[in-house]
C-alpha cells in the first residue's frame, strides 16, 4: 500500500508574503541568517508581523550546513522564548535548522508550535519536506534528518525574495532543484504523483533556469524556478532521493563544496552509471529499467536522440552544456582548492558514507562501494 499527502499549505503569486498579516499566531520565534537578518528580506517580514500584531524575537545564528551545536544553542533559545509558530526565512540552512530546532524543543515540550517555512533561494524545496540536514564537523559528515513531524505548517514562495540571489547561487541552486526531480523521478519508490511533480519541475528547469541565471530581472523566470523548487521537493518527500546526494552529501561534508554545486559536478557521472551507458556489451533488451525513465527526463528537456542510449548521452551533454553556461565546474580538479593527494586519500571514507547515506537506499541501480569509489576518481578530472 502507498499513499500521499502534501499537509503543508502552500502561498505562492504575487504579494504572497502578505500571508504573514493574517496569521492565527501571537508569538513568533524567527529562525534566519545573518545574511537575511541585515539585508531588507527580514523587514519584509516583520513589518508584516507587526501589521498583524504579532510579537516576535529573532534567532540568526544559523551557519551553512548547520552544525548540530548551532541546533542545540537554537533549542534552548526558543524554550526560553515559548513561541506558538517558529518562522524560517532563508535558503536550506535556515530552513532545515529551523526544523530541527522546533522538533526537538517539541519533543522536549509536547506543546504543538506551527512551523512556517519562506525560502529566499529556489533551491533546496526545505519548505515542504519532512527531509532535514544537519552536519557532525567532528565526522566530516552530513546526516539527513528524517520526520513527518518535521514538515512545515506552511510554505511562502515569494519570488521577491530571490531577485537578488548571486548567480552562482542561482546556478547551483537551480542544479540542486534538477537534481532533486530527476533523482525523485528514477527513485525506485517513485509513484504516479511524484512522477508528475518531478515531470514539471523537470520542465521548468529546461525552460527557466538558464534565464533566470542570466538575467536577474527576469522576474518570470525566477517566479517559475521558485515554484519549481517547491515542486521537486514534493516529489522527492514523497519518492525519496539517490545516490547522486548520498555521495554529494558525502563530499560535501568532507571538502564543503556547496550542497547544489557537488550535485550538478556528479550528476552526468550518476546518470551514466545508473543507465549503464559504458556498458557496450549490453544489448537493447538488457537496459536497466532507469533507462526508459531517463529518455523521458531528456524528452522533457527538449533533448532527443536516435535511440534510448544516444538519448542519455545528449542529457548527459545538455547537463555539461548547462553547467558550462553557468559556470559550473565539471570536476573537482577544475572547481580547484582541494588537494589531489588529500581528495584521493579521502575517496574510501567518503565513499562508506555515501553507501550508509538515507537517499542511497532509493538509486535505481544497488551500488557497491567500489562503483562510489570509481565514481569519486572519475569526478576528479
Ligand atoms: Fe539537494
Not at 567532528?138 to 521577491?160: C, F, G, N, Q, R
Request: hydrophobic share 40%.
Amino acid at each position: 500500500m502507498k499513499s500521499f499527502d502534501i499537509r503543508t499549505k502552500i502561498y505562492f503569486g504575487e504579494n504572497a508574503l502578505d500571508r504573514l498579516t493574517d496569521l492565527p499566531y501571537k508569538k513568533a520565534f524567527i529562525i534566519t541568517d545573518p545574511f537575511v537578518a541585515k539585508s531588507g528580506m527580514l523587514q519584509m517580514v516583520t513589518l508584516r508581523l507587526n501589521d498583524g500584531y504579532t510579537e516576535f524575537e529573532i534567532f540568526s545564528d544559523i551557519v551553512p550546513d548547520p552544525p548540530i551545536e548551532k541546533i542545540t544553542v537554537g533549542v534552548k533559545a526558543m524554550l526560553a522564548y515559548d513561541p506558538d509558530v517558529v518562522i524560517t526565512i532563508g535558503g536550506g540552512s535556515a530552513i532545515d535548522s529551523a526544523k530541527a530546532i522546533r522538533e526537538f524543543a517539541v519533543r522536549a515540550t509536547q506543546k504543538d508550535v506551527a512551523l512556517i517555512a519562506i525560502p529566499t533561494t529556489s533551491g533546496t524545496g526545505s519548505e515542504v519536506t519532512s527531509f532535514a540536514v544537519v552536519t557532525d564537523p567532528s565526522k566530516d559528515v552530513k546526516y539527513p534528518l528524517v520526520s513527518e513531524s518535521m514538515l512545515p505548517t506552511e510554505a511562502i514562495l515569494d519570488a521577491d525574495l530571490v531577485k537578488s540571489v548571486p548567480a552562482n547561487v542561482t546556478a547551483d541552486t537551480g542544479m540542486d532543484v534538477l537534481t532533486h526531480a530527476i533523482e525523485a523521478y528514477v527513485s525506485i519508490n517513485n509513484n504516479e504523483f511524484s512522477a508528475a511533480l518531478a515531470e514539471k519541475a523537470i520542465e521548468i528547469c529546461g525552460t527557466f533556469l538558464l534565464r533566470s541565471y542570466l538575467d536577474n530581472n527576469d522576474t518570470h523566470a525566477r517566479r517559475k524556478m521558485h515554484v519549481a523548487s517547491c515542486l521537486a521537493g514534493l516529489a522527492f518527500n514523497s519518492a525519496s532521493l539517490g545516490l547522486n546526494h548520498g555521495v554529494a552529501h558525502a563530499l560535501g561534508g568532507k571538502f564543503h563544496i556547496p550542497h547544489g554545486r557537488a550535485n550538478a559536478m556528479l550528476l552526468p557521472h550518476i546518470i551514466e552509471y545508473n543507465s549503464g551507458i559504458n556498458k557496450h556489451s549490453k544489448s537493447q533488451k538488457e537496459y536497466p529499467k532507469c533507462v526508459e525513465k531517463y529518455v523521458n527526463v531528456a524528452k522533457l528537456l527538449g533533448v532527443n536522440n536516435f535511440n534510448e542510449i544516444t538519448t542519455i548521452r545528449a542529457l548527459v551533454g545538455w547537463i555539461q552544456f548547462m553547467m558550462k553556461e553557468m559556470n559550473i565546474p565539471i570536476s573537482i580538479s577544475q572547481l580547484g582548492g582541494i588537494d589531489r593527494e588529500e581528495y584521493f586519500d579521502a575517496i574510501d571514507s567518503m565513499a562508506e558514507k555515501a553507501m550508509a547515506d538515507a537517499c542511497t537506499a532509493t538509486n535505481p541501480r544497488v551500488p557497491t562501494k567500489q562503483d562510489v569509489v570509481t565514481i569519486l576518481e572519475h569526478l576528479y578530472e
